[in-house]
C-alpha cells in the first residue's frame, strides 16, 4: 500500500498543480481598457459596490462571471 502511494502521488500532485494553473491564469490576465470601460458602462450596483470596497480585479471576476452566465446577449444571431 505505501509503494502503491509512493508510486501515484507525484502524478497526482503534477496533475493538480496543472489544473490549477489553469484555474489561475484568468486571475493573472491583467484587465485593458477597453473591459474596464465596458465595465464601468454596464456594471451592477453590486459590481460597482465590489470595486470600491475589494478593488478593479474583484469586480472584474465579479462581472465576467455575470457576463459568461447569459449567454447570447453579446452577439446576437445572424439572421
Do not use: H, Q, Y
Amino acid at each position: 500500500m505505501v509503494a502503491l502511494s509512493v508510486i501515484l502521488f507525484p502524478p497526482l500532485l503534477i496533475a493538480f498543480l496543472l489544473v490549477m494553473e489553469r484555474v489561475e491564469e484568468p486571475l493573472r490576465r491583467p484587465a485593458g481598457p477597453r473591459e474596464v470601460s465596458e465595465f464601468l458602462s454596464t456594471a451592477t450596483p453590486g459590481e460597482v459596490d465590489t470595486l470600491a470596497t475589494s478593488g478593479i480585479r474583484r469586480a472584474l471576476f465579479r462581472w465576467r462571471r455575470r457576463r459568461r452566465r447569459r449567454p447570447g446577449t453579446d452577439n446576437p444571431p445572424l439572421v
